[in-house]
């Protein structure tokens, strides 16, 4: 008489607010976006793994939160994985000797846009600062959060700033899910992301950024 197999318990349950595959796809058969985000560089990239731990949790639950990255992992490598995963976007952070970089890269073909990171403070940081801080609630990350984007339209109103101000919040836009009012629950709205674009003055669009 053989030896019964043991049993393998399945997973029987989603979180809530996610499609039952799991994520690939939206209503209407659209592709939710997904991301991976993580550090580039070895001598100054130690410095970012907060803001890259901080990212993550903006991102998600559409993004890989327990992303391992080796050192001897290319950015091929990441574009090679992205392509089987579903990944739509790369989040890659980096640093020099002088300033630090956020670059947002399209998988596969692009494009990209490349911030420069003026300053930034971790949500460690921030709890520190509150008397009374109060951490985020109980299911806050089974959904993804609501984009808010303020001063792309008005910014830029001709020539070449116009062009790039409509790449860069079309990029953004890109990297959370539609929201269909008809079918959202207000449960649901836990997080908020604001991205604010401080105009320059100039007519190129050039200008400061706050999330």
């Known amino acids: 008489m053989g030896k019964p197999q043991r049993r393998r318990k399945r997973r029987t349950h989603l979180p809530e607010g996610m499609p039952r595959d799991g994520g690939a796809s939206g209503s209407g058969g659209l592709a939710l976006p997904k991301s991976f985000v993580f550090r580039r560089g070895k ?4 410095a970012l793994k ?8 903006v ?10 990255v080796k050192k001897n992992n290319t950015l091929k490598d990441f574009v090679n994985v992205a392509g089987p995963l579903g990944v ?36 460690g940081d921030l709890a520190k600062c509150l008397e009374h801080y109060r951490g985020s ?4 990350y089974r959904t993804p959060p609501l984009l808010v984007l303020s001063g792309f339209s008005k910014a830029g109103a ?5 062009k790039h101000l409509k790449l860069c919040a079309s990029m953004l836009q890109g990297m959370f899910p539609t929201m269909e009012v008809g079918r959202m629950k207000i ?3 836990q997080r908020v992301v604001l991205i604010h674009h401080c105009s320059g003055g100039g007519s190129d669009g050039d200008g400061d950024g706050v999330i």
């Open 187 to 189: 449960s649901e709205c």
């Open 137 to 140: 609630a109980l299911g806050a």
């Open 50 to 57: 907060a803001l890259e731990g901080d990212l993550r949790s």
């Open 158 to 162: 001709g020539g070449d700033g116009a």
């Open 59 to 68: 991102m998600r639950p559409l993004t890989a939160d327990k992303l391992k």
């Open 88 to 123: 739509s976007h790369l989040l890659m952070l980096s640093a020099t000797d002088r300033c630090q970089y956020l670059c947002v890269s399209k998988s596969p073909r692009g494009p990209s846009v490349t911030f420069k990171v003026n300053k930034w403070s971790s949500m």
């Open 43 to 46: 001598k100054h990239a130690r």
